[in-house]
């Protein structure tokens, strides 16, 4: 079983439609959460961070973390076709000092016009 | 901004080339890190770094190695290329402090061994 599993998709709606993106993991240490958002040939650009459990909201954004349920998701409220990328969830137990991250396979989402 | 530069986009190589992937953060970030990204299996760790001249193999070092003589520049190297190497190259950089973890990312190198 991998540590991170994410749907790889792909995910497509309609402009304007809410997208659920989600993570579950099985490492009860993981305290920092983070959302990557990847274009086409280009290189993942952090989307969201999180630390432990709660909701954090940034513009149409919203990232959650249900540390009880080892599962985290991201919202992506009135999608636009600029939001057309693959999206990864990352995570870290945070400790130590080698600052790897586990990554999920990545979510490709589609927004039609 | 963090700004993380990777020497080239696409490259095309003969199987058997030595092959040098160049890395510069200008962020004085400690933490460097070298990942390929293939179809159907997402990021994959290649080697990491967490100070000048110390690296630490990740998940699938075999057929890799890597050099950081200086701070900012992190290199990945094949020694002989194989057509299994074409893939998509990613550097990141990161703090080494509690609560940085976030990694940043290079554009990429496309490389295609022929």
């Known amino acids: 079983q991998k540590e991170v599993e994410q749907d790889p998709g792909p995910l497509s709606v309609p402009e304007g439609a809410i997208v659920s993106l989600n993570c579950t993991y099985s490492?009860?240490?993981?305290?920092?959460f983070m959302w990557y958002r990847q274009y086409s040939r280009k290189g993942p650009e952090l989307l969201m961070y999180t630390y432990s459990s709660g909701n954090k909201e940034d513009g149409r954004f919203t990232a959650q973390v249900d540390k009880s349920s080892k599962y985290i998701s991201l919202f992506i409220r009135d999608s636009q076709p600029s939001d057309s990328a693959t999206y990864l969830c990352a995570m870290s137990a945070g400790s130590g000092n080698t600052g790897k991250l586990i990554f999920g396979q990545g979510t490709t989402l589609q927004v039609k016009p | 901004d963090v700004k993380v530069t990777q020497s080239s986009r696409y490259l095309v190589k003969r199987t058997g080339e030595k092959v040098f992937l160049e890395c510069v953060q200008d962020m004085d970030h400690e933490n460097m890190f070298w990942y390929r990204q293939d179809p159907g299996l997402g990021l994959r760790l290649i080697y990491f770094?967490?100070?000048?001249?110390?690296?630490e193999k990740g998940d699938i070092p075999e057929g890799y190695s890597v050099s950081r003589e200086k701070k900012e520049r992190f290199s990945l190297i094949l020694e002989s290329a194989s057509t299994n190497q074409t893939s998509m190259y990613l550097c990141?950089?990161?703090?080494?402090?509690?609560?940085?973890?976030?990694?940043?990312f290079g554009p990429g190198t496309r490389l295609l061994v022929l």
């Open positions: 770094s967490y100070d000048v001249k110390m690296k």
């Open positions: 990141a950089s990161s703090l080494q402090a509690a609560g940085e973890e976030t990694q940043y």
């Open positions: 490492n009860s240490a993981f305290q920092y």
